[in-house]
Structures are given as C-alpha cells and as structure tokens.
C-alpha cells in the first residue's frame, strides 16, 4: 500500500473513492461534507435519504457507501467522526474506527485507491496533530492494507499538511 500526501480539495481527485467526513444524519452538513453534496449533486443526497430509510443514517465511528454522483472518483464512503470533547481514549478508538471500517468497507467494494480528509478536525475540534497520528497509524496498522493499492492523505489547510508532512516523513 502507497501512502500519499497531497494538499488541495478531496472533490477534484479522480480515485476509486473519496471519503466524506458525514454526520449522523447523512443528509449532509458543513465543510467537507458540503463541498462534496454540491459539487456531487442531488445523486449522492438520494443515495443516502435510502441508507437513513433503512438503517437510520450512521453511527460515529462507522460507514456507508454511495456513488459519487459529479465527483470524478467512482464512489463516495461516509464515516462519521468523533465530535471532540476531551474523552480522549473513546474518542480516539472511534476516529481510528472511522478509517478502519472506510477501508473494509472499500476492500468490499473492490476499491484499490483512497482519498481521506482530516476526519474530525474542522467542525469536531479534534486535536489536528493527534488526530493526524491516529490516522497514519491506523492505516499503516491495518491487517488487510496489501487489498489496497494507494491510500492519499488529502490535507485542506495548512496546519494539517505541516502535521501530515512530518508525521509521514517518520514512516519507514
Ligand atoms: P468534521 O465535522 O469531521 O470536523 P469538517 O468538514 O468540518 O469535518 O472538517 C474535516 C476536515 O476537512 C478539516 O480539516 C477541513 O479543513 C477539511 N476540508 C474542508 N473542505 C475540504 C475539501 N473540499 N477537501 C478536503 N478537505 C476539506
């Protein structure tokens, strides 16, 4: 498995798919989840109006999947993220269960390239640098990583492509 950094919007890449950090709802919301429901248009939103019908939408930590509507990348995988509030323990085992679950999840769908946003860094105010090692570490430690061929950190702002750099440097 590659490990890749690149620095820019998760909605322009053309990979087997990108990862929307959702809500619960699934109905879409600010930030990167909004970029991608107006970028992906109205296919993505119906997709996950069905999911909710279903299941109830999706729980922190876990994922679904949908197309990718617009976007260039085949599909989209929505994981919800840990909303931080200083339970540090719980809330890091459910952000590494956000990549875990959207790599088992893309190993299902014959997915072979991963694009990743910072997963609960904007609106949920989890700590950039933490949430950074959580993330490397996660899929560095997954079990099944040779079923996927490229995984791409893809940082928006600065300060997480700062942590991203350093961080990936370190890795043998
Ligand atoms: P969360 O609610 O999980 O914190 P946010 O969307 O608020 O989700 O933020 C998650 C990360 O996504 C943040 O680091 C933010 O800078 C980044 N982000 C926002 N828009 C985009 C985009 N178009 N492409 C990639 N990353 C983005």
Redesign the pocket.
Known sequence: MILELLK????ELNVDAIVN?A?TSLLG????????HRKGGKAILEECVQIRNKQGGCKTGEAVITTAGNLPSKYVIHTV?P?WNGDKEEKSKLLADCYKNSLNLAIQNGIKSIAF??????????P?YKAAEIAVNTIKDFDKSEEIEKVIF????DE?YKIYQNILQDVP
Request: aromatic share 10%.
């Open positions: 820019g919007d998760i909605t950090a809500n919301g600010g930030g990167v989840d909004g970029a991608i993220g909303v946003p910072n997963i609960s860094t904007g609106i949920y105010h989890f950039k893809v940082c928006f702002d997480n």
